[in-house]
């Protein structure tokens, strides 16, 4: 069992800089890659970024690519989400997820993902 707590949304203005944090709990935290999902109103839950174990392979959806930066720190299980530069279309509730596989592959997928936490809220003003 992993329990995972995002922290850091907010409102900003277009063109800001948000923080997002997500504390993971219970099992090893370098059992398992994590990523960030985020499902804006009326919308499907989207791919947003993904991080392996160690934290030496990343990915990104094409919209944040250039402007997000995922990180994650073993020794505090935690990951982040750097977000710069956003945009209102950024507006949404963002999730972080764990999954146990060892490897990048369908990280897109939020099927894939074992754990999620309850989500924290983004908005960016225009």
């Known amino acids: 069992q992993v329990q995972l707590v995002e922290s850091g949304g907010g409102l900003v203005q277009a063109g800001g800089s948000l923080r997002l944090s997500c504390a993971a709990s219970?099992?090893?935290?370098?059992?398992?890659?994590m990523g960030w999902f985020r499902q804006a109103p009326g919308k499907e839950r989207e791919f947003v970024a993904a991080?392996?174990?160690?934290?030496?392979?990343?990915r990104y959806a094409d919209s944040v690519k250039g402007r997000f930066t995922i990180s994650r720190d073993n020794f505090k299980n935690t990951v982040f989400l750097q977000m710069n530069s956003l945009k209102p279309e950024d507006t949404a509730v963002y999730y972080c997820a764990s999954r146990s596989s060892a490897t990048l592959l369908s990280y897109t997928n939020a099927g894939t993902y074992d754990y999620w936490g309850q989500g924290t809220q983004v908005t960016v003003s225009s």
């Open positions: 219970g099992r090893t935290f370098t059992s398992y890659t």
């Open positions: 991080i392996s174990r160690s934290g030496d392979m990343t």
